[in-house]
């Protein structure tokens, strides 16, 4: 059924990095506003990058942008991080992750983010909406960059390595 599900109503993004040193995953997202959540009530679009971030809880949005777009704040909540805790403004858009991924992101926290290569940070209460694979990408036996691809909703089937891994060595052992 899942699988049917993500078929008729599901997206994805496959990004493929040629540099297999990036540590940093930026996609590319829309942020489209709620007009009812916008100080001048209306409906407003911006292009940016998103950070995937799965040591983040929750989402969140550069300050600036959130302040740029008239988001108004529909909460607080206090977050901590590596500079200790503080309490933060919360705010819900709408947001297009590649092409076919539409999200309602209903609680994003507000951030500073000091880096302009990305203005959001997509953390696991999106993530966990759905499915990822983070990799290496290999042609004749080499490394030719990391793969990242990501689905929404889960298509249902489970990647264990460690099974794959133990019924190989049986395969194996029992071929012998």
Not at 3 to 18: F, H, M, Q
Not at 20 to 42: G, Q, W, Y
Request: net charge neutral; proline share 3%.
């Amino acid at each position: 059924m899942r699988y049917d599900e993500w078929v008729k109503n599901g997206g994805a993004i496959t990004l493929r990095n040629p540099n297999p040193t990036i540590n940093t995953l930026h996609v590319p997202v829309t942020i489209h506003t709620i007009p009812a959540l916008c100080s001048d009530n209306t409906s407003k679009t911006f292009d940016t990058y998103a950070l995937i971030d799965t040591g983040a809880t929750v989402s969140a949005i550069d300050s600036g942008i959130a302040k740029a777009l008239g988001l108004i704040p529909i909460s607080k909540c206090t977050v901590n991080g590596v500079h200790g805790s503080s309490i933060v403004d919360m705010y819900s858009f709408n947001m297009d992750i590649g092409a076919s991924l539409h999200i309602g992101v209903r609680m994003a926290t507000e951030g500073q983010f000091s880096t302009s290569d990305f203005k959001i940070l997509i953390g696991m209460d999106i993530l966990r909406l759905g499915e990822m694979y983070l990799g290496q990408e290999e042609k004749d036996g080499k490394c030719i960059g990391t793969i990242f691809s990501f689905s929404v909703p889960a298509t249902g089937g489970v990647i264990d390595y460690v099974d794959r891994l133990n019924k190989a060595r049986r395969q194996r052992t029992l071929s012998k």
